[in-house]
């Protein structure tokens, strides 16, 4: 098993099922045409052709006013991060800690891009409460106004990222 880009030619999109009819149809339809449009790159982890799961990530910015009055971001009315826009894992694969490798996949992904230009951290729409908590448990957090839309500062993945000793 591997993280890679999804290749619409080498890994198998049509045998993907989540359980979630948008999220199977997204990987089968149209991520490869976020791809070409410049909107959206999708990560695989992937056993040879079989999809396990997969995530996007895309650019996106935040209102300052809708932030966590936790977070300094100084005078920019925008505040850019990375969206992890979908997050799915086939339902043979589930509860087996394979979301958790795409999430940490994804804060390696965001960290590389906040190494090369200015990223305050990660964004991400819950689907639901039941989702909205899981991500809670890396830190992340709500934003006023938006119960399901979550942050994570760069700083806060790091921390996730560092080895433990």
Not at 3 to 30: I, M, S, T, W
Not at 38 to 60: C, F, K, N, P
Not at 129 to 157: C, S, V, W
Request: glycine residues 10%.
């Amino acid at each position: 098993m591997r993280f890679e880009p999804l290749d619409g030619k080498r890994h198998d999109r049509k045998q993907f099922d989540c359980g979630v009819q948008a999220l199977n149809d997204y990987v089968a339809r149209f991520a490869g045409q976020d791809a070409r449009r410049g909107l959206a790159r999708t990560w695989v982890l992937a056993d040879e052709r079989r999809i396990i799961g997969y995530y996007t990530l895309s650019a996106h910015s935040v209102p300052r006013a809708g932030m966590p009055p936790s977070v300094s971001a100084g005078v920019y009315e925008e505040i850019p991060f990375l969206l992890l826009g979908r997050l799915a894992v086939d339902l043979a694969f589930q509860r087996r800690g394979y979301g958790d490798a795409l999430i940490a996949h994804a804060f390696r992904s965001t960290r590389d891009a906040a190494d090369r230009f200015g990223i305050f951290g990660m964004i991400v729409d819950a689907k639901d409460e039941t989702a909205a908590i899981y991500y809670e448990g890396f830190g992340f957090q709500r934003l006023e106004g938006d119960r399901r839309r979550l942050m994570l500062p760069i700083g806060a993945m790091d921390r996730l990222l560092l080895p433990q000793s």
